[in-house]
């Protein structure tokens, strides 16, 4: 199976930027749809944005609003949340995921691999 481990979070102000990495171990990253998913305090996990095996194709969720940008490397075994414009909403521990069926799936579909998460925080 494959490990994920979450970098880059950290506390930014309003209108600001962050990008989160995520490198995964154990298995090559090309078999997997990846993303990321989020939650905040009190509130359920909830998807952000996937990305399919190739790189080709990207979902995102409505709030994203163009303002994130998912990516991976293949051959680095790494995807890449570019987060811009924040927001205090967007404050939520962030969560790399993985899953051996599609982006399309992960949008509705909790994946199976999962990793411990970065905190980011937007100050007002």
């Known amino acids: 199976q494959v490990q994920l481990v979450e970098s880059g979070g950290g506390l930014v102000q309003a209108g600001g930027s962050l990008r989160l990495s995520c490198a995964a171990s154990?298995?090559?990253?090309?078999?997997?749809?990846t993303g990321w998913f989020r939650q905040a305090p009190g509130k359920e996990r909830e998807f952000v944005t996937a990305i399919s095996k190739s790189g080709a194709t990207t979902y995102y969720a409505d709030f994203v609003q163009g303002r994130f940008t998912i990516s991976r490397d293949n051959a680095k075994n790494m995807v890449y949340l570019q987060m811009t414009s924040l927001k205090p909403e967007d404050t939520a521990v962030y969560y790399c995921?993985?899953?051996?069926?599609?982006?399309?799936?992960?949008?509705?579909?909790?994946?199976?691999?999962w990793g411990q998460g970065t905190q980011v925080t937007v100050s007002s």
């Open positions: 995921a993985a899953s051996i069926s599609t982006a399309y799936t992960m949008r509705n579909t909790p994946p199976e691999y």
């Open positions: 154990g298995r090559t990253l090309s078999n997997y749809a």
